[in-house]
């Protein structure tokens, strides 16, 4: 008997490539699913698929995990995606995980328009591309599902030099709330998740002196791993979390 929280279930998850996304890849797959690692950066995602997956359990059905690239701010490639997907698995995604994401910190007095729009094109507009392809493809398959969008602690409280970033991961959170709304008629739950400081590459150009100052303001003293916020997924994917839909949740140390 196969025991996992998510077994059998056919998972989506964008920026797989990296940090959090290729956690949840790593906890889905351990937890029994069949998961498609999508990236902008293809070999990333091969990586993942190659060194971080468990093998799903032998019940199911005989899918492979699968590695595509994919640039979530691109309409015309997600919807190539979905009907990819349903050729390949002949199923939409019942689990979607929204972890692309980018930043492009500065100065908001000295923030160009071109780093203010690529930042909310892929952190807003590609997690509304992907959740509205992929939920049509399961309300019109009446599949029930759940959709995890990866907000950020930031949209909450704001942080300097992330103007453009805090505005796009508020705006997940809206949207996230919204679309939860409209979905749980078909079956379709919708949750955000608000990672606080977690030990990942996207961190990697916060100054030291920055990353001291904001350990003080986290009670449990440390970076978070992306294993920690991949749990988490895993609950929102599962059974275990059947009745909580347009919920925001912190994984934040308590930041
Ligand atoms: N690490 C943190 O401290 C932290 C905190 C709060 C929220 N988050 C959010 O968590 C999510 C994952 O971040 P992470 O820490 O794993 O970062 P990461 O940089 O390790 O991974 C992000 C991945 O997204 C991919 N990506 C970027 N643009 C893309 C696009 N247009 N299309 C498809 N893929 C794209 C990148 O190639 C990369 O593999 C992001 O949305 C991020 O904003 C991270």
Redo the contacts with the bound molecule.
Sequence with gaps: MVSGLVVGRLALV??????????ACQVLSKEGATVIA????YE??VQTIKTHTALAPGTNGGEEHSAVE?????SKAVQDLVQDTLKQYKKPPCIIV??????RDNWMLKLSEEDYDSVL???LK??FLVMQAFAKAMAESSVSGSVIN?????GKYGNMGQTN?AS??AG?VAMTQSAAKELGKFNIRVNA???????????KTVPDKVKEQIMKLVPLGR??N?AE?AEVIAFLSSDKSSFITGAAIDVSGGY
């Design positions: 964008t920026g797989a490539g990296s940090g959090i996304g290729r956690a999508a990236d902008r950066n990333a995602a994919l640039d979530v701010s691109n929204n972890s692309a994401g980018i930043t094109n892929v952190n590609g997690t990866i907000s950020s602690i930031v970033y796009s991961k997940v998740i608000l990672p606080g400081f977690i030990d990942t590459p996207i961190i970076l978070g992306p916020v």
